[in-house]
């Protein structure tokens, strides 16, 4: 018996031994920590200015995108506009349409309601032709986007009818006459008021507040339909630098 308990101490204190190296060596390894985040997040104060830098950046930067923007639309408005007067001069040219004159009654003053706008010297008629923003016609003349008034000289050799320069329109086709032509935006009329200005502006960028009131384009040229040296002698001006020049027209301006 004393053998068997002897063995079992030996045993239990080994078993001891044991369990006491466990836990030592438990008691040894390190406990991982939790990961700590390396970045840490803005604060109240970090958002504010950030916002705030945003908004000085907009604020400067907004005139400059609304003038660019502006500039845009002009410049694309005066380029129909330019489209439009010089599909209006083919269609001259090529007997498509009559010429201004007393005859052309679909396109007065009357359509828009206004006065027509001022004249120039030597004008005979101010008819309209009113377009919409795709340049085709309008008739009865109905929120155009532009307006276009066509004016023309008169004739050197006369003519038979009582119009305002005593020449007919079918005259006119056949001897020439000079053309001139204003572009106007359509909202230019609003208002029972009709444009004042004559001229275009003479840059997009400008101080005056009624920008409309000017015309978009505004163009004149020589309409000669027949190429006969003596058309060419009546619608041309004189050669100062030729007193003998047989030339009996003028200037178109």
Do not use: W
Not at 15 to 39: C, G, M, W
Not at 40 to 46: D, N, Q, R, V
């Amino acid at each position: 018996m004393s053998r068997h308990d002897n063995r079992s101490g030996v045993e239990t204190g080994e078993a001891t031994v044991e369990e006491k190296t466990r836990e030592i060596a438990f008691s040894q390894v390190p406990l991982s920590k939790p990961s700590q985040s390396t970045q840490s997040g803005f604060t109240i104060i970090e958002s504010l200015l950030a916002m705030m830098i945003v908004t000085i950046l907009l604020v400067g930067i907004s005139p400059l995108l609304v003038l660019s923007t502006a500039s845009r639309v002009q410049a694309r408005r005066i380029d129909l506009a330019t489209q439009a007067a010089r599909s209006y001069v083919d269609a001259l040219r090529a007997n498509a349409i009559l010429p201004p004159g007393r005859d052309n009654a679909d396109f007065t003053a009357a359509d828009l309601g206004v006065p027509a706008p001022p004249n120039i010297p030597n004008q005979v008629r101010n008819p309209r032709t009113c377009l919409d923003k795709n340049l085709q016609p309008l008739v009865p003349c109905s929120n155009p986007a532009f307006v276009i008034q066509a004016f023309r000289d008169p004739l050197p050799n006369g003519g038979t009818d009582t119009d305002f320069d005593g020449t007919t329109q079918t005259e006119a086709q056949q001897q020439g006459y000079c053309l001139g032509l204003r572009v106007y935006r359509g909202d230019a009329f609003g208002g029972g008021n009709a444009p004042s200005e004559i001229k275009p502006l003479p840059s997009m960028f400008t101080e005056t507040a009624n920008t409309k009131e000017y015309p978009l384009v505004v163009m004149t040229t020589q309409i000669i339909n027949r190429t006969s040296f003596e058309q060419y002698q009546n619608r041309f001006p004189d050669d100062d630098g030729d007193p003998t020049t047989p030339r009996k027209g003028s200037s178109c301006q």
